[in-house]
């Protein structure tokens, strides 16, 4: 039975709430810190209510601290901004300049050299000081969360607590629970175990900047945890530790990437004890529905057996609608985020084999490598400038480890360098010519050459998908 | 084709390529003390499965994930046979 959803309007409004659990504690790698102690005491030792009504940039290496501003500015200021740690700084600027950043919140060191322009700089820190109070309104915090676009730039996606806690459920748990993600919290799929963790009044592990990964299961294991969250990427790299077996979670969910029938068996026979569950959600549409059976892809009951969400499938592609979608868009001309029927048109594409849905890739080709998307556009840019390069053509490949590989097709300006060792060599020169200006996971892994790519009549390259 | 050589040598040859800086390989070397991280292990993985003919980890069943480099080797010595 679904048990009704959590309403608060604000963090630390459901920290104050009576009643049992009380509230848990956020575990970081070096800190912890009882979630009741935030509301007599502050991790901006400037004072977080010299922040009130100001648009919040929240910055720091650790998540830990990130969590603490935003538990601690949910509610006080006008909007809050998630900047994702593995974001270049390069990008301050437009996200502070969109999202009307007048207000920074970093751990001191994160943002050093960058311009901040006129904006208020407060340093964020593991001990709290007492927390002044002067007033008690709550204002509705606007949450921008920051995702890939096409050109490399960020997409700001605006939410709100009740659309990122919608999914969220009282916990009907008798025993204590405590979760941990592999992801990062200024991550969509992060942010909704936080959201979990404080709106259902559990402890949370999170892993801290770089940890490695078995030292993070070391923790989390010695912390006993219930409840974990990750891509199948994360639980592939996860599995292939020796200190797998430091965890005994009773939950293990997967989302971000397509959970495949290979990485839902092995977790099943690794965890013969945990009940296994892959979501779908995106930032932009939230949290669609999870798959509780075991198998990959979902029932296609689903689409209209979910409750809260409606569901479409257009042109083989998934469209979403609910109270949990975001906002808007942010930005420079943002596109639309919903039809006029309100529906977030996911991109993702399916196809219906036996009565189940399976995802096979996405409409607009963006390659999903690890649970980082890349866009075709931006590595054909750069193949495109290599000097002996005509045309390119980027492509997915599946991977069992990180779910897809990026590979590309390639026409010379000289045809007749297609085989043998000078092929190779230029192989290699083009891959490295890559590396120095695309991050690694957007490097193709393989390059062929090819006599012809294919030109539609508008001229444009005739791709795979879609 | 060596199975064990095949996959020492695709081991050498990634870590190079992505210029990470590759452990001493001996067979009780953990995967992830071998500094390769998963973008290495899906290109290794990929390149297997052309130079090989199989892939274990699409084909896996429920059996365990290796662990060290004498459990990668053993995984593809026991799908290839």
Redesign the interface.
């Known amino acids: 039975m679904r048990t009704p959803c959590i309403s608060f309007s604000c963090l630390r409004d459901a920290i104050d709430a009576g009643g049992t659990p009380p509230p848990g504690c956020l575990i970081g790698a070096e800190h912890l810190t009882p979630l009741r102690d935030l509301l007599q005491g502050s991790a901006i030792a400037s004072g977080v209510e010299n922040l009130r009504g100001r648009s919040v940039l929240i910055a720091s290496a650790d998540p830990f601290l990130a969590a603490l501003a935003l538990i601690e500015l949910d509610g006080l200021a006008r909007r809050m901004i998630l900047y994702p740690p593995d974001l270049a700084l390069d990008h301050l600027p437009y996200v502070m300049r969109h999202a009307e950043a007048d207000a920074v919140v970093s751990d001191g060191s994160f943002l050093s050299g960058a311009n901040l322009s006129s904006a208020k700089h407060s340093v964020c820190a593991p001990a709290l000081v007492p927390r002044v109070h002067t007033s008690q309104d709550r204002l509705a915090t606007e949450w921008i969360l920051l995702t890939s676009g096409t050109t490399g730039r960020p997409k700001l996606v605006l939410h709100t607590l009740a659309s990122l806690a919608g999914a969220i459920s009282a916990g009907e748990s008798p025993t204590e629970v405590i979760w941990s993600t592999f992801y990062d919290i200024r991550r969509y799929g992060g942010l909704q175990i936080l959201l979990r963790a404080v709106l259902t009044r559990s402890s949370l592990v999170l892993a801290g900047p770089q940890e490695?990964?078995?030292t993070f299961l070391e923790r989390a294991g010695e912390a006993g945890i219930t409840h974990i969250s990750g891509t199948p990427?994360h639980w592939?790299?996860a599995?292939?530790?020796?200190e797998?077996d430091r965890l005994a979670p009773r939950y293990i969910r997967l989302s971000g990437e397509i959970a495949?029938q290979?990485i839902l068996?092995?977790l099943?026979?690794?965890y013969p004890d945990a009940e296994i569950s892959h979501a779908f959600a995106t930032t932009e549409a939230g949290v669609a529905f999870d798959v509780r059976d075991g198998q990959s892809g979902f029932p296609a009951s689903t689409l209209t057996s979910t409750p809260g969400v409606d569901m479409q499938v257009v042109d083989t592609t998934l469209r979403v609608r609910s109270s949990r979608t975001a906002q808007r868009y942010l930005g420079e001309d943002p596109p639309g985020l919903k039809d006029v029927e309100g529906y977030v048109d996911t991109g993702d594409v399916l196809e219906l084999r036996d009565g189940r849905y399976h995802f096979q890739g996405r409409r607009d080709g963006v390659i999903n490598?690890?649970g980082l998307k890349v866009h075709p556009e931006e590595v054909e840019a750069v193949l495109n400038r290599h000097p002996q390069v005509r045309l390119s053509l980027v492509k997915t490949?599946?991977?069992?480890?990180?779910g897809a590989?990026v590979v590309a097709e390639v026409l010379l300006k000289d045809p007749s360098i297609a085989a043998g060792e000078q092929a190779r060599a230029l192989q290699?020169t083009i891959?490295q010519f890559c590396?120095e200006s695309l991050a690694?996971?957007k490097v193709p892994?393989?390059i062929s050459f090819v006599p012809a790519l294919a030109i539609s009549e508008t001229g444009k390259l005739v791709r795979g998908h879609g | 084709m060596n199975v064990r050589s095949e996959i020492l040598e695709q081991f050498k040859q990634v870590a190079h390529e992505q210029g990470m800086l590759l452990a001493p390989l001996s067979d009780e070397l953990p995967l992830l003390d071998s500094g390769l991280d998963s973008l290495c292990f899906a290109i290794i993985v990929s390149r297997l499965e052309t130079a090989l003919d199989v892939d274990p980890f699409s084909q896996n069943q429920g059996a365990p994930f290796p662990v060290n480099l004498r459990d990668f080797i053993s995984f593809y010595e026991n799908a290839v046979h």
């Open positions: 490695p990964v078995a990427s592939r790299r599995l292939m530790s020796p797998a495949d290979a068996n092995s099943r026979s690794f490598v690890g490949k599946k991977s069992p480890i990180t590989l290699q891959k590396r690694p996971h892994t393989a």
